[in-house]
């Protein structure tokens, strides 16, 4: 069974950290390119980074940049976002997904986890 499973959500304080995994099973990641995406309530759904499969390129959106990082072990099938100085504007359900190439629309990606939550509140 094809499946993505997001962990590692949970409530933080501002300022915190926290890991999000985004494991596979049913197929190896290898070869696809993975993004995670974050929903607020009333908002639609954002891309906030991808990592590529050939090299392992990545991209942050801008509200994100210098404060996480994806990266992914295929070792493991796994893909990871971690977070630091989070605000509580990140609060979201987090999203993993897969695709070909970080640049496809987000109607392109094919596989989508169920999402964890992470909230960010004093």
């Known amino acids: 069974q094809v499946q993505l499973v997001e962990s590692g959500g949970g409530l933080v304080q501002p300022g915190g950290s926290l890991r999000l995994s985004c494991a596979a099973s049913g197929f190896s990641l290898d070869y696809w390119a993975i993004g995670w995406f974050r929903q607020a309530p009333g908002k639609e759904r954002e891309g906030v980074s991808c990592?590529?499969?050939?090299?392992?390129?990545?991209t942050y959106a801008d509200s994100v940049k210098g404060r996480f990082t994806i990266s992914r072990d295929n070792a493991k099938n796994t893909v990871y976002l971690q977070m630091n100085s989070l605000k509580p504007e990140d609060t979201a359900v987090y999203y993993c997904?897969?695709?070909?190439?970080?640049?496809?629309?987000?109607?392109?990606?094919?596989?989508w986890g169920r999402g964890t939550q992470v909230t960010v509140s004093s």
């Open positions: 990592i590529s499969s050939s090299d392992g390129s990545t």
């Open positions: 997904a897969t695709t070909g190439w970080c640049d496809s629309p987000i109607d392109k990606y094919h596989y």
